[in-house]
């Protein structure tokens, strides 16, 4: 399977469509090397442009998907044709309709005790027959990881899942990725909220017109801070666009 990588600000991201970074996913699943996938949005850009550790674990993962409408129109005026935006949430749903009454199984990495509890059990209940064989809250300190690592190493799962918030969570997979007895990890950010019930996805009408940050940013206005991130990613696409910026790093694959 061969697909492209859109080079954005020094972040590859790949080019793949849902159904495409599904059956990748797939293929992984069924290999014995560990694989790493992250789902940048233009926040991950930025952060990324200010935090070199951040940048290079971005530069080593097996699979990026644009998660982020802003990552589709900025691979645009760089002169990239981006398939389409693939939200790291519902990359998690298609997996798990696929791997339902297989062997394959899945441990749950973040969140709140509560909401992490409670998205074990709405899947678990959406996807009959899914294998979830554990779950851990998100809220730990440092010195707790290797604790953590040995009870996923008990149940050795296919897919973890971690949803840390960003960058941490993509910084704990790279860091941790040796001692983990696992397949495949995934960066999910705010997906078990959404998973759970207690965050809602935007209402159909919203996504179909690419406008899902909106109904983001009016129902958590707590996130307007971050999310003035998305102007300023336009704002240095289109520098480096006219001028070529000296943060631009070369991506090694
Ligand atoms: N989170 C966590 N541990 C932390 C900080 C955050 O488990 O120390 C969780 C938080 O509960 C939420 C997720 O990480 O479920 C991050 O959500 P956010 O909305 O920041 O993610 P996004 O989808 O925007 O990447």
Redesign the pocket.
């Known amino acids: 399977m061969s697909f492209t990588t859109c080079n954005i600000l020094g972040v590859p991201i790949n080019n793949v469509n849902l159904n495409e970074a599904l059956n990748l996913v797939l293929l992984y699943l069924e290999e014995n090397e560990k694989k790493m996938i992250f789902t940048p949005n233009p926040e991950f850009v930025i952060n990324a442009l200010e935090d070199k550790e951040f940048m290079e674990i971005l530069n080593k993962s097996n699979l990026n998907i644009p998660d982020g409408i802003g990552i589709v129109i900025g691979a645009k005026i760089l002169g990239y044709n981006m398939k389409e935006r693939v939200p790291g949430y519902d990359l998690t749903q298609k997996i798990f309709s696929k791997i339902k009454n297989t062997n394959k199984t899945v441990y749950f990495l973040?969140?709140?005790e509560e909401?992490i509890t409670l998205a074990k059990k709405m899947m678990e209940q959406k996807y009959k027959g899914l294998k979830i064989v554990g779950t851990h809250?998100?809220?730990f300190k440092d010195n707790e990881g290797n604790i953590i690592i040995d009870e996923i190493n008990k149940v050795s799962p296919d897919l973890l899942l971690v949803?840390?918030?960003?960058p941490?969570?993509e910084k704990w997979i790279y860091n941790n990725k040796e001692k983990l007895n696992v397949k495949v990890m995934i960066g999910v950010?705010?997906?078990?909220?959404v998973m759970s019930g207690n965050v809602k996805r935007a209402p159909k009408i919203f996504i179909k017109l690419n406008l899902e940050w909106f109904y983001r940013l009016i129902t958590q206005p707590t996130r307007f801070k971050r999310m003035l991130k998305l102007p300023l990613f336009i704002i240095k696409v289109l520098k480096y666009k006219i001028k070529g910026d000296k943060n631009e790093r070369t991506i090694k694959k």
């Open positions: 973040g969140a709140s909401t809250n998100g809220y949803g840390l918030g960003s941490r969570q950010g705010g997906s078990f909220d």
